[in-house]
């Protein structure tokens, strides 16, 4: 839709979400184990009635074994989208990946559903994807691993990448020339030193250094340690959690933060409160989804389900929300209109606006952040919209 209407569909969302909330969630609070919500979450059955009048969409999540609490966020999340939205077009049925991801879509497509949200991990996906798509059935998934995307599977999940090229590129623009990085070893580090390069270069920057750790403390002073004695440079890009970066920026800047590289961060440290604690790390920049919408999501969230929502939990509102408005359009009974996700305007939703490319990956758009002596603030804000 057109760049009026996109900002016209994040006020609405943003007006859907308002209910008092004058009191901050924190990002890091543990979430608990919560009680019979108010309003209670879709339900998993196999045997639903018939309904010509709604649409099925299937809702594919752990709602049991290590990641049962994520799923759990998750589904209540997209419970409170459907309310919030008055949605009479949809019937939205929970099923449980814990056990049998594959076994979960099967049931699901036997069900009727013509559309899969979730489910949250690559491994799931790759287990969901050959059985929705032999049924000609798209899938909108959680995860962020590029290799399971494409080819009737779009995901929703917060690349690297993105934030990688956003922080790189808004660093260069005010000054900064030398870049290095240190990365965990693993498949994310991986993708995250290759998007370090990418972005490097497409900035117009140089590229002096790299070093990965394994996350232990010995690990991590060592790649430090290495990176100096190899290079000089005036940014260093951190592509781990907010514990790695506190870990890092005493070792490589002064201990009030005066003197040293400008340091950068990932995605990884939106979910982080801390980081104004440390003096190291005051000046600190990092690009992420904005945040304003998604405290409001977690005050209700906390009202209907006393306990703190996980931040991935902002996937399962905003996958509701671009199919409320595909369905619109979509009459009840007939397969879903694929096509329809690939909008190059894009959609609305609490993280900001975003939109799938030919690649199955989700677009954002972004905010830089700099950690400050007490707080985080926005230094560059989210574009609004997609302009063409």
Wanted: aromatic share 6%; charged share 20%; proline share 6%.
């Amino acid at each position: 839709m057109p760049r009026r209407r996109l900002q016209q569909a994040l006020a609405l969302f943003g007006a859907l979400l308002l209910a008092g909330c004058q009191t901050m969630v924190p990002k890091t609070a543990p979430p608990t184990a919560a009680p019979p919500p108010k309003a209670a979450a879709p339900s998993t059955t196999s045997n639903l009635p018939t309904d010509t009048a709604r649409n099925r969409v299937a809702l594919l999540v752990p709602l049991t074994g290590p990641n049962a609490q994520v799923g759990q966020s998750i589904a209540n999340a997209t419970t409170m989208a459907l309310l919030d939205t008055k949605t009479e077009k949809l019937r939205v049925t929970t099923y449980d990946t814990g056990k049998d991801a594959a076994g979960a879509a099967r049931q699901a497509i036997a069900e009727g559903n013509k559309l899969i949200l979730g489910p949250l991990t690559g491994d799931e996906v790759k287990a969901v994807a050959p059985i929705a798509r032999a049924a000609k059935v798209p899938v909108v998934g959680y995860s962020n691993d590029a290799s399971v995307a494409g080819n009737g599977v779009f995901l929703l999940g917060y690349a690297p990448s993105q934030s990688i090229d956003r922080v790189i590129a808004f660093a260069k623009a005010k000054g900064a020339k030398n870049f290095a990085a240190l990365v965990p070893k693993g498949v994310y580090g991986e993708r995250a030193g290759s998007a370090f390069l990418g972005a490097v270069k497409t900035a117009g920057g140089t590229a002096v250094g790299m070093e990965t750790f394994d996350r232990s403390a010995t690990s991590v002073s060592a790649a430090v340690k290495r990176l100096s004695e190899r290079s000089s440079y005036d940014a260093l890009l951190i592509a781990d959690i907010a514990r790695i970066a506190l870990q890092i920026a005493p070792q490589v800047r002064s201990k009030d933060g005066t003197a040293g590289p400008r340091i950068l961060g990932t995605e990884l440290w939106n979910t982080e409160a801390g980081l104004a604690a440390s003096p190291s790390l005051r000046g600190a920049w990092f690009a992420s989804v904005s945040d304003g919408l998604y405290r409001t999501l977690a005050t209700k969230y906390r009202t209907s389900y006393a306990a703190t929502p996980y931040r991935l939990a902002s996937l399962g509102y905003d996958s509701v929300l671009l199919t409320v408005r595909i369905a619109a359009d979509w009459k009840a009974g007939t397969d879903f209109p694929m096509a329809r996700l690939t909008d190059p305007d894009g959609f609305a939703g609490i993280d900001g606006a975003f939109r799938f490319g030919s690649d199955g990956l989700a677009q954002r758009a972004l905010e830089v952040q700099e950690v400050g002596a007490r707080n985080i603030s926005v230094v560059d804000a989210a574009p609004r919209g997609f302009g063409k």
